[in-house]
């Protein structure tokens, strides 16, 4: 992949207090979806299929991965050859009402420019639960600079155009779904929801 994105740096970093975070955001993900009982899984925006290939290692279920992005995809089926991926947009997801157990949402409302038009498409075709992460703001910015990243766009990933606190975070899911767990793996916020009833 000639232009790996951010994520894919990220998980393949050799830095190994970065693979500590990582790793510790990981088993957050894998904690919170054995609580589920999932058996049928879709990780929307699954990028390269990292989150994917650690549930996979972790949890018996069907899971599908889900990215716009074609490059992405095609790691994430070489690192996941048991795993179906689909290319779709978020905001235009090809599957039935209620078609899974569990949606992972996990570090892509950031990239979006109508976040709500997503977690409405999530919101339709999870049956019960979704699992939603973003970078905890501003503290992933303040670290990006203090290992020297993105110093012009003041600590800015490459590609997030929203940025929330905790609070903000909460505020913008609760309109969606109910939060029945919160995590805070630093750098990041995670939470477990059910879907609201309509």
């Known amino acids: 992949m000639d232009n790996k994105s951010s994520n894919y740096e990220k998980y393949t970093t050799g830095n190994p207090l970065a693979r500590y975070l990582n790793n510790t955001f990981l088993n957050t993900l894998s904690f919170l979806t054995h609580k589920t009982g999932a058996k049928k899984v879709l990780d929307a925006g699954c ?24 490059d992405a995809l095609k790691i994430a089926k070489e690192k996941n050859p048991q795993v179906s991926f689909q290319q779709a947009s978020v905001y235009q997801l ?5 078609s899974f157990d ?26 019960d639960y979704t699992l939603i992460s973003v970078p905890h703001e501003p503290v992933w910015r303040f670290g990006n600079m203090a290992r020297l990243k993105y110093l012009r766009s003041f600590g ?9 606190t905790r609070r903000a975070f909460i505020g913008l899911i609760s309109s969606h779904f109910i939060i029945k767990e919160l995590k805070t793996p630093f750098p990041w916020t995670v939470a477990l929801c059910r879907v609201k009833e309509s």
């Open 156 to 164: 800015n990933t490459p590609g997030h155009v929203n940025h929330w």
């Open 102 to 127: 569990l949606v992972i949402l996990s570090e892509v409302l950031e990239h979006l420019e109508d976040p709500a038009k997503a977690l409405e498409e999530i919101k339709r075709v999870a049956k």
């Open 47 to 70: 990028g390269e299929g990292f989150v994917i290939e650690r549930l996979n290692k972790d949890w018996a279920a069907e899971f599908m991965g889900l990215d716009i992005e074609e």
């Open 94 to 98: 090809p599957f039935r009402d209620k």
